[in-house]
């Protein structure tokens, strides 16, 4: 099931009683955080809300908790168990080479379907409907300020679209942006996302940066989010850039995805709404935007140039600091008339992001898979903000199986970051803290079972030795082997058996107990 915009997402949410409309009067300014935040803990995650009496912006409305409980997660991704994308995944992971004609013939509606993964670019669209080159002030939109100590107003939901100078290949990553005034906001693509490699890339091209250790260095500071001033020559040059707000819920969700950087998220979105992304050209930069979008920023940010962002209350529960980011310079504004502007806020834990997460490990399952077969489940509790712990059964088969998962795990993409992982064995269900919690205190020898290492840590990580470096644990909960240096008897787990629970059954009833 496609939407195919923004307002026939609202409207569906609506239709399934998920939308509260909201008509008092209220501010961009902390109110509409704490009345989502409050909202966002109560059963299951609340409505979305769409405010449409926001302080001081007439005529504009406010979407916000989108994506914010199980139920909306996968009616924003039309299904009706999350395990149906990681099985559609599957599938096409799975596939043979076709022997014969047969095969390839029942292969056909398979590829009829990938068809429907790439990205139309269409001549016109909504997103268009007023176009402003000169006449705009980024704080004509309803941005908030999310909470007290936060440096200012923050772009929280927006589609950051960029294009990789070696590839032609386009990103889309969910990067918040710190409005500094009518025309100029921080981008805050932290150093390890595709967006900052792709800035890097372009000071690579402009030759500012030679292959020097040193310059290196420099180059990584200069991306932003370096947590030190760049020394030295500054390049020059810049690189274009387009944001979109308010897109489908498909293609906002998909910024989110920790994709391989080759692949397009564009396509992503097709692949998870079935349908292909309408993108159109953009007036003043070399980029296509999604044809739908309710708004869309023009605009590039300079080689040469950073500036301090944050602090921004973040993920974690806790301010992330102020570092140095690229700005952003807008160069055109296009919307549509009466624009719904689309945002979040992120703060202790569960907020609209921890649904998203857990949409995320569902759906990256069967892809981990593809490198480490034995894992059987995974958990990242919402509590722990996804990268500070992951729990993850695996079947055993050798002697040292569960650190060869781990040092797998911290080579797999964003999930470098993952700070603790706990491995049980395959008969632990981890979706179960408590049982995750007996296993790992019963079965460790701390000493001999806790692995310790070092590497890149999340920038949000407040605790690190450095910004973005830190170390790691992986916790080996796993049944110990002789064939591991364990010679003790490993004792059985208490079950009662089933012919005594059968006749407790038949009986409980009389006992009067309940
Ligand atoms: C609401 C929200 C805000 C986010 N803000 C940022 C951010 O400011 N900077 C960042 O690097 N990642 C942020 N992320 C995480 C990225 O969107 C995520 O790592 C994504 O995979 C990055 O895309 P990329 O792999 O294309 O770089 C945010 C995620 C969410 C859900």
New binding site residues.
């Given amino acids: 099931m496609a939407y195919d915009d923004l307002r026939d997402w609202i409207s569906a949410l609506d239709r399934a009683g998920e939308l509260k409309r909201i008509r008092a009067e209220v501010d961009p300014i902390l109110e509409i955080t704490e009345i989502t935040d409050r909202v966002s803990k109560s059963t299951n995650g609340g409505p979305a809300l769409l405010f449409e009496n926001v302080k001081g912006y007439r005529g504009w409305h406010v979407l916000i908790n989108q994506f914010g409980s199980a139920r909306r997660m996968k009616l924003a991704l039309g299904v009706d168990s999350l395990d149906e994308i990681a099985n559609r995944i599957h599938q096409f992971l799975d596939v043979k080479s076709p022997e014969g004609l047969l095969q390839k013939i029942k292969m056909l509606p398979m590829l009829a379907e990938m068809g429907k993964f790439f990205p139309k670019t269409v001549s016109r669209g909504p997103c268009k409907e007023v176009i402003r080159r000169d006449e705009f002030d980024l704080l004509n939109m309803p941005v908030l300020q999310c909470w007290p100590k936060d440096a200012g107003r923050f772009i929280?939901?927006p589609c950051v679209i960029t294009r990789d100078p070696k590839t032609g290949k386009r990103?889309?990553?969910?990067?918040?942006?710190q409005v500094y005034d009518a025309r100029t906001a921080g981008m805050?693509?932290?150093?390890?996302?595709?967006?900052?490699?792709h800035y890097r890339e372009r000071m690579r091209a402009a030759g500012s940066a030679s292959a020097s250790p040193a310059a290196a260095v420099d180059l990584m500071a200069r991306s932003g989010?370096g947590a030190i001033e760049p020394e030295g020559e500054r390049p020059q040059g810049k690189m274009e850039v387009a944001v979109a707000i308010g897109t489908e819920p498909a293609l906002t969700f998909a910024?989110?995805?920790?994709?391989p950087?080759d692949v397009e998220?564009f396509m992503i979105a097709g692949f998870l709404r079935q349908k292909p992304v309408e993108l159109v050209k953009c007036e003043t930069v070399d980029l296509e935007v999604p044809a739908t979008a309710e708004i869309v920023l023009e605009g590039y940010v300079n080689l040469d140039e950073l500036r301090t962002e944050g602090p921004?209350g973040d993920?974690t529960g806790f301010y992330s600091l102020e570092d140095l980011y690229p700005v952003f310079h807008v160069t055109c504004v296009t919307h549509r008339k009466s624009p719904i502007y689309a945002t979040?806020i992120?703060g202790k834990p569960p907020m609209?992001?921890a649904w998203?997460?857990k949409a995320i490990e569902r759906i990256f399952l069967p892809l981990m898979r593809v490198t480490l077969p034995e894992i059987v489940d995974v958990n990242l509790p919402v509590e722990a903000v996804f990268h500070n712990l992951m729990i993850v059964s695996i079947r055993k088969s050798y002697p040292g199986h569960a650190r060869k998962v781990m040092n797998g795990i911290w080579a797999m993409?964003?999930a470098m970051f993952t700070k603790c992982i706990v491995v049980v064995d395959e008969d632990c269900d981890v979706q179960n803290v408590r049982e995750v919690v007996l296993r790992v205190a019963n079965h460790i020898d701390p000493e001999r079972d806790i692995q310790f290492t070092l590497g890149p840590v999340d920038?949000l990580d407040h605790s690190s030795r450095l910004p973005n470096f830190g170390s790691k644990m992986g916790i080996d909960a796993t049944r110990k082997w002789p064939t591991e240096g364990f010679t003790r008897p490993w004792p059985e787990e208490i079950r009662m058996d089933e012919a005594t629970r059968q006749r407790v059954n038949a009986m409980w009833k009389k006992l009067g107990i309940e």
Avoid at 255 to 259: L, Q, S
Wanted: net charge negative; glycine share 14%; hydrophobic share 35%.
């Fill in positions: 929280t939901l990103n889309v990553g969910m990067y918040r942006m805050h693509w932290q150093r390890q996302k595709v967006g900052a490699e989010g910024a989110v995805i920790p994709a950087p998220e921004f993920h979040t992120v609209e992001d998203m997460g993409g964003q920038s």
